[in-house]
């Protein structure tokens, strides 16, 4: 190899490295500078819509003993209307089912707008859609605790605990938030569901959120 | 699809003839492209192991910082493993449009070539993986765009992307899953590789080692001296304005991020349902296509010369059918790609593809090319060329006073063919092939130098002049190179005595069928 075919070479292949270092790392755009965003993110069992009614004795004679159930329900999982406004305009309206084919997993919202950056008034609400007079604790008030006697004693009490804790477990009729948000460019305000305190809440990302005017 | 195989042909050679103006078609990296790839495997799972042990799934992000902010090892360990993936990519891609602008896609090669695809696509998924552990802002848009298109898809009952929204951590169990995916898909890559050569006789796996270690050797300066910058930590509820992205490996990121998910896929469908087809859209007509190889039996005597050259495992030695001792050739016509290497291999010339054998060449010679060169006067300097060889160089040649001969490939070339043409008179005999990395016989030049200088089978026989017996390789963008070559040989032919012209020179004769019956007598 000749000596300026040498320099050529390592001339070559110093740019070529110092290209290959480049387009490992190109800055490219993302988001706006002067972007915000509002995101709802959450997920919850949705509440059970059964209509319940109590077996008479000679229905339950009929039954193996294993079987005999004191309730028997039929029923589904309900589904809520999501609405999302901010400064009293409307930017989101969605129904809400749990996932899955029959709709019986979890429900989730994920849900990103667009919002100026700036002070909004915010309002989301997840409402049932789902009418219904059918309530757990009155299945629970039913219970006799003795109704259940030798290998099955205490099962009716089980039977309304469980119910009792599907109804805690799933989502509330109805959601609001009604808050104050205050965002800087480039935050993200996230709405969520909080399963301890059963209600919606703001998050912001660095930025200053504002108070809730409504729990 | 012809079209855009000339399309890549005409790019290739014009990058490939600068590489050579730089390096030398020895070294040069375009022809090493495939095993600069799995070079670079080697150095990602050396690095790879380093780096997993610093790794944390628990605090990805910060475990990340830490190496890349170690002035000693890690910081460059990690910016090598990157620019060992990058170059990997772009390694692997050149190999694959090589092979296609080559022609070298379809038929037997289906197997490379789909196994060089799921190689070529398990790595882009290594990559992505890999980029997403570091979990910067930059891993956080891949993750995010992931998630985006797999939430398409019916596969998880809540969308993966609920994980990257902000309400809670990110969990361990998703850069677990992704450290897993990225070390268990390297084991893929190595029986996917398997694959990938299983076809091939003495597949070569790694560059030449100089060239290899210079390579290492320059990435890993770059690596020290230019180190690949990490983003800001990853952060679900701040919207990034600019994020370093490694346009190598996800130069689609920015495209696929402004479509529709569903166009996102549709898209990626329509670029990767070609690639898996080309081996459809590119094979040739039956009338166009070369025939494989045959043998005939008769002239087989089962020195198992030919399989032994075979680069692509495609002919075997059997026992023949009539009870006689020896054994015979047999062609696999599913693996051979009639490459005609077979041919050059076979003393007696019984073995080649049909029109390409031994005598078939020599038969063309002594009706159509001698009698053209005969009546023209007095016989010039013979070059043998590949065909595959630039037309620029041929024209040099033969603006030098060569008489150009073309075979499909040096290593198709019978030895007897140079023989014929010497004791007919010529001056000598050039015989030209391609750079040995870019042999689309894969094995053409080394075997012809064999047979001619290292008495491998067919050798040439000791009676001809080895002075009036020359190689030379012509490379793309070394035409001055070609032409040296030529010059340093027309030279030492000058130096020579005249040729002297044998009359009646009958070399297939030597060798001609006999029938077996009367062998066994």
């Known amino acids: ?215 | 699809m012809r079209l855009l195989q000339r399309l890549f042909r005409r790019l290739l050679t014009g990058l490939d003839a600068v590489l050579t103006r730089l390096y030398g078609w020895q070294r040069n990296p375009i022809h090493q492209a495939g095993t600069v790839a799995v070079a670079m495997l080697l150095v990602l799972l050396a690095t790879g192991l380093y780096l997993v042990l610093y790794y944390r799934v628990g605090s990805p992000a910060a475990s990340v910082a830490r190496l890349a902010a170690d002035p000693w090892l890690g910081g460059w360990m990690r910016t090598l493993h990157r620019y060992a993936s990058d170059l990997f990519v772009i390694a692997a891609g050149l190999h694959a449009l090589r092979m296609f602008a080559q022609d070298r896609s379809w038929g037997p090669r289906t197997l490379a070539w789909m196994s060089g695809l799921f190689l070529f696509g398990a790595g882009l998924v290594c990559a992505w993986t890999g980029f997403v552990l570091a979990w910067d802002s930059f891993g956080e848009r891949l993750a995010l765009e992931g998630g985006r298109l797999l939430d398409l898809l019916p596969l998880f009952s809540e969308p993966l992307s609920r994980i990257f929204a902000g309400d809670g951590p990110v969990p361990s169990a998703f850069f677990f899953v992704n450290l897993f995916i990225h070390i268990a898909l390297p084991l893929g890559l190595g029986v996917g590789l398997w694959l990938h050569v299983s076809r091939l006789a003495r597949p070569v796996l790694l560059p030449p080692r100089r060239l290899m270690w210079a390579i290492i050797g320059a990435l890993t300066l770059a690596s020290v001296l230019l180190p690949a910058p990490l983003g800001p930590a990853a952060d679900a509820l701040r919207l990034a304005a600019f994020t370093p992205i490694d346009l190598v490996v996800a130069w689609w990121l920015p495209i696929s991020e402004r479509l529709p998910a569903g166009v996102a896929w549709a898209g990626s469908l329509l670029l990767v349902l070609p690639a898996l087809l080309v081996p459809r859209l590119t094979r040739r007509p039956r009338e166009a296509r070369w025939a494989p190889s045959t043998v005939d039996p008769r002239l087989c005597t089962g020195c198992n010369q030919c399989p032994q050259d075979c680069p692509w495992e495609a002919i075997t030695m059997v026992t023949r059918d009539d009870g006689s001792p020896t054994l015979v050739a047999r062609v696999d016509p599913a693996h051979c790609v009639s490459c005609g290497i077979c041919a050059g291999s076979c003393a007696p010339m019984g073995v080649g593809p049909p029109g390409r054998r031994g005598r078939d060449q020599l038969a063309e010679l002594r009706e159509i090319t001698l009698p053209a060169l005969v009546m023209a006067g007095t016989l010039p300097t013979i070059a043998v060329c590949c065909s595959q060889t630039p037309a620029t160089h041929r024209s040099a040649l033969r603006a030098h006073g060569a008489h150009v001969h073309l075979v499909s490939c040096a290593g198709n070339l019978h030895s007897s063919v140079i023989e014929f043409f010497i004791r007919h008179g010529a001056p000598g005999v050039i015989a030209c092939g391609c750079p040995p990395r870019d042999c689309v016989g894969r094995e053409g030049p080394k075997w012809l130098h064999e047979r001619l200088f290292n008495d491998r089978e067919a050798e040439l026989q000791p009676r001809v002049d080895r002075r009036r017996v020359g190689t030379a390789t012509l490379a793309p963008g070394d035409l001055d190179g070609t032409v040296a070559a030529y010059e340093r040989f027309a030279r030492q032919l000058a130096a020579l005595a005249p040729p002297v012209s044998e009359r009646d020179v009958e070399l297939d004769t030597l060798c001609d069928p006999v029938p077996l019956e009367e062998t066994a007598k």
């Open chain 1, 1 to 215: 190899m000749t000596v300026p075919r040498l320099l050529a070479a390592t001339t070559a292949t110093g740019l070529g490295l110092t290209l290959l270092a480049f387009a490992s790392a190109v800055p490219v755009a993302y988001h706006p500078q002067a972007a915000a965003r509002l995101r709802l993110s959450w997920s919850a069992r949705p509440e059970r819509i059964e209509v319940c009614r109590q077996l008479s004795a000679e229905e339950q004679a009929q039954r193996e003993e294993h079987m005999r159930q004191r309730m028997e329900c039929v029923g589904g999982f309900a589904s809520y209307a999501l609405v999302v406004e901010v400064d009293g305009r409307a930017i989101g309206e969605t129904v809400v089912h749990g996932a899955g084919l029959r709709h019986d997993r979890p429900l989730y919202v994920l849900r990103d707008f667009p919002v100026p950056p700036g002070e909004h008034r915010l309002r989301v609400r997840l409402t049932r859609r789902e009418k219904t007079d059918d309530d757990a604790a009155a299945f629970a008030e039913a219970v006799v605790p003795d109704a259940d006697t030798g290998l099955y004693a205490g099962r009716a009490q089980r039977e309304a605990a469980e119910r009792a804790r599907r109804a805690r477990a799933a989502i509330p009729p109805e959601l609001t938030l009604d808050t104050l948000v205050r965002l800087v460019p480039r935050q993200v305000a996230l709405v969520t569901f909080n399963a301890e305190r059963r209600v919606l809440e703001l998050h912001g990302g660095g930025g200053t959120v504002g108070d809730v005017l409504v729990p």
